[in-house]
């Protein structure tokens, strides 16, 4: 069972949330949080697999409570961030310091439990669009010395792999871009988020636009 945490500061929100979750036979909502704080108090008490976290509560917001979930070394939930288009800096705040990915609120139901499926396998949501439009947007203003020396310690084909997945590519389609296995992709991509001491996928794709990586040249499949 894939445990689920909800946040939003909207009864009818959790209610709605609930309803479509409990639909599932494979994911189980735990518990639900109308703020940031109760949101962190409880994913620490019920150590929750996801949780679906609004960026804008009272008491405490989602970036921050976010942030707290993401340094606790003893809490293993991977957070998505529920939200509209007009959140778009706090949403780019939110993947900075620790959100797995994130996913608007008019989203269809089976996008939002597609969503939690690739969460709890550990992975990341970088496909929507706008993903690219936020990170694109607002890292380009904010070049890190810290960044850009970890990438450079990158192999070249790490780098290649690395561009890629700025590029919004799953695995599969790396794979056949650099015509490798996809475990070898695998591979390289955890080779990468270690180097980097990303979290996951997003933040090494924060990486890549930081350290200005993402602008270069698009990757050779020699």
């Given amino acids: 069972m894939i445990r689920v945490l909800i ?6 929100v959790r209610t709605g949330l609930r309803l479509i979750l409990s639909r599932e036979t494979d994911i189980e909502v735990i518990a639900d949080a109308g703020n940031g704080a109760e949101a962190v108090e409880i ?5 929750p697999d996801v949780v679906l976290m609004d960026v804008r509560m009272p008491v405490m917001e ?7 979930l993401a ?8 957070v998505l961030i529920l939200t509209t288009f007009d959140d778009e800096a706090l949403v780019y ?3 900075a310091v620790g959100a797995s990915g994130f996913l608007l609120k008019d989203a269809p139901a089976d996008d939002l439990i597609a969503a939690i ?5 550990g992975e990341s949501i970088l496909a929507p669009a706008i993903t690219r439009r936020l990170i694109d ?3 380009r203003q904010q070049p890190r ?11 070249a084909r790490e780098r290649e792999v690395l561009r890629s997945m700025a590029d919004g590519l799953n695995n599969a389609e790396i794979a056949q871009f650099f015509t490798i296995g996809e475990a070898t992709v695998k591979t390289h991509v955890a080779r990468i988020l270690q180097k980097l001491d990303a979290r996951d996928r997003v933040q090494a794709v924060i990486a890549a636009y930081r350290s200005g990586l993402a602008y270069e040249p698009p990757a050779s499949r020699d």
């Fill in 43 to 47: 994913a620490r008490r019920l150590r």
């Fill in 137 to 139: 947007k607002f890292t």
């Fill in 93 to 95: 705040d939110a993947l």
């Fill in 117 to 121: 499926h690739i969460l709890a396998r």
């Fill in 62 to 68: 989602g970036i921050a409570a976010t942030a707290i």
């Fill in 145 to 155: 010395a810290q960044e850009t020396q970890s990438v450079e310690r990158l192999t």
């Fill in 71 to 78: 340094e606790d070394a003893g809490s293993t939930a991977r």
């Fill in 7 to 12: 946040a939003d500061d909207q009864d009818m």
